[in-house]
């Protein structure tokens, strides 16, 4: 297993071009699990992946519906895009039955499932993850990403 990475992500945009750079990275079946406080970043890293995959549509926080499926279009590269699915998991506060009615198992055999609010939650649903913990500094746009494939 890898040492864990650190960012430095002084703006908005550089934390939705490091999404589209770990996009590069990722394919159907993985997950990504965004763990930080409020106005981490957690969404604007979605975003940035989201278009790195190649996502169809506008991608915004799910947190009143809690998932939200985005269909594959085509790469920045042209190639085919992949499917997403951007789930927000702070309002199921770690219930594992509303969890498991969301059937993300099996939308990790089509899809990269990106789960916000994650941490401890979802890590059970695949082999191995890519965890995101981003942090931001008071009073500033500045995030730190610390990132690591778990296994």
């Known amino acids: 297993m890898a040492e864990p990475q650190q960012r430095v992500l002084e703006t908005v945009e550089d934390t939705e ?4 750079e770990l996009a590069g990275g990722l394919r159907p079946g993985d997950l990504v699990v965004l763990d ?3 106005g981490a970043g957690k969404t604007a890293l979605t975003r940035g992946i989201a278009v790195g ?3 169809a549509g506008r991608v ?3 947190t009143f519906i809690i998932a939200r499926a985005h269909r594959a279009g085509v790469r920045p590269d042209g190639t085919p895009g992949v499917a997403l699915v951007h789930v927000d998991a702070y309002r199921l506060a770690g219930d ?3 969890l498991d009615s969301l059937d993300l198992d ?3 055999q089509h899809a990269v499932v990106v789960v916000e609010w994650g941490k401890g939650v979802v890590e059970h649903l695949a082999d191995r993850h890519l965890r995101v913990q981003l942090a931001r500094e008071p009073e500033s746009d500045v995030r730190t990403a610390i990132w690591e494939w778990i296994e």
């Not at 071009?17 to 589209?20: D, I, P, S």
């Open 36 to 38: 930080g406080p409020l």
């Open 106 to 108: 099996t939308d990790l």
């Open 17 to 20: 071009a490091f999404g589209r």
């Open 53 to 55: 995959l190649g996502v």
């Open 60 to 62: 915004s926080s799910p």
């Open 96 to 98: 594992l039955d509303e």
